[in-house]
C-alpha cells in the first residue's frame, strides 16, 4: 500500500509540475487573477456590510463572526479555482472528444487521473485573501492558533465533501453528453455558503444542511474555529465527507458501464 501511495505521489507530482510550467508561461495571469480575486472579495464583503451596516446582524452573528464565514467561503472558492474547476469540468469535454478512451486504459486510476491531472495557481490569490479574512477577523475577536487548527478538520472533510459532489455531477455528463457545465449548479448553490446557514430561512436552512451540505463547508468550519459547535459536528462532517467520496467512487464505476467509447 505505501509503494502504491509514493507511486501516486510521484505521479501527482509530475502533473502538477508539468501544469504549473505551462501556466507560469503567462505570467500576466498572475495580475489578472489577483485584481480579479480582489474584486470578488470586495463585493463579498460590501454584500456582508449591507446587513450590518445599521446594527442588523445575523442571529448570534457579529460582524467578525461573520467574517470568518466569509473567508471558509473565499477559501473554497480559490480550492475550486486551484483545482476541481480545472480538473472536473473537463470530464465532458473527454466524453464529448472520445479522449476519456485513453485515460481508462491509463495504469492509474481514472478518478484520481481526472481528479488531479492538472492544477491552476491562479485560484490561490482567492485561498490567500480567504486566509487573511480569517486572520484579520480572529485577530479581532482574540483567537489563538489552538482555535484554527481545530477547524482545520472541518475545513478538510469540507473539501472532500465539495469534491465528492463535483466529481459526481461531472460524471453524469456520460448521460448527458450536451450538457456543458453542469457543475455550474453546484458553483451557483455553494454561493450560499457566504453567509451564515441562519441568515436562510428555515427550509432553505434544511436544504443547505442535509440535501446539499452548504453548511459543512463554510459555517460548520467556521463555528468550529469560533468554539461554537461539539464534535457531534465534526463527526457529521467526517461521516458526510466520507460517505460521499464513497458515493462518488461507486457512481463513477457505475456511469461506466454506460459509457460507449469513441472506438464503439
Do not use: C
Amino acid at each position: 500500500m505505501l509503494g502504491n501511495l509514493r507511486h501516486y505521489a510521484r505521479i501527482l507530482q509530475r502533473f502538477w509540475g508539468a501544469a504549473i510550467a505551462v501556466e507560469l508561461e503567462y505570467r500576466v495571469n498572475v495580475a489578472i487573477a489577483t485584481l480579479s480575486s480582489l474584486l470578488g472579495m470586495s463585493g463579498s464583503l460590501f454584500g456582508l456590510f449591507l446587513f450590518y451596516q445599521q446594527d442588523y446582524t445575523f442571529e448570534g452573528w457579529s460582524w467578525d463572526e461573520a467574517l470568518i464565514v466569509l473567508g471558509m467561503f473565499t477559501l473554497f472558492q480559490g480550492f475550486s479555482a486551484t483545482l476541481l474547476a480545472p480538473n472536473l469540468n473537463k470530464i465532458v469535454t473527454h466524453v464529448q472528444n472520445g479522449t476519456l478512451d485513453f485515460i481508462l486504459i491509463k495504469p492509474v486510476s481514472a478518478q484520481f487521473w481526472l481528479s488531479l491531472h492538472t492544477i491552476s495557481p491562479w485560484g490561490l490569490p482567492d485561498a490567500l485573501f480567504g486566509m487573511i479574512i480569517i486572520g484579520y477577523a480572529g485577530q479581532r475577536l482574540g483567537l489563538a492558533p489552538l482555535d484554527y487548527l481545530r477547524g482545520l478538520p472541518a475545513i478538510a472533510f469540507g473539501f472532500l465533501s465539495l469534491y465528492s459532489l463535483w466529481f459526481i455531477l461531472g460524471a453524469t455528463s456520460i448521460w448527458f453528453v450536451k450538457i456543458y457545465n453542469v457543475t455550474e449548479v453546484l458553483r451557483g448553490l455553494i454561493e450560499s455558503g457566504r453567509f451564515p446557514i441562519v441568515a436562510y430561512p428555515t427550509a432553505y436552512r434544511f436544504f443547505f444542511t442535509f440535501i446539499i451540505p452548504v453548511a459543512f463547508l463554510t459555517t460548520v468550519p467556521a463555528q468550529m474555529i469560533l468554539n461554537r459547535a461539539t464534535s457531534w459536528w465534526v463527526l457529521g462532517s467526517a461521516l458526510l465527507s466520507m460517505g460521499l467520496f464513497w458515493i462518488s467512487h461507486r457512481f463513477w464505476r457505475f456511469a461506466l458501464r454506460f459509457y460507449t467509447s469513441a472506438s464503439s
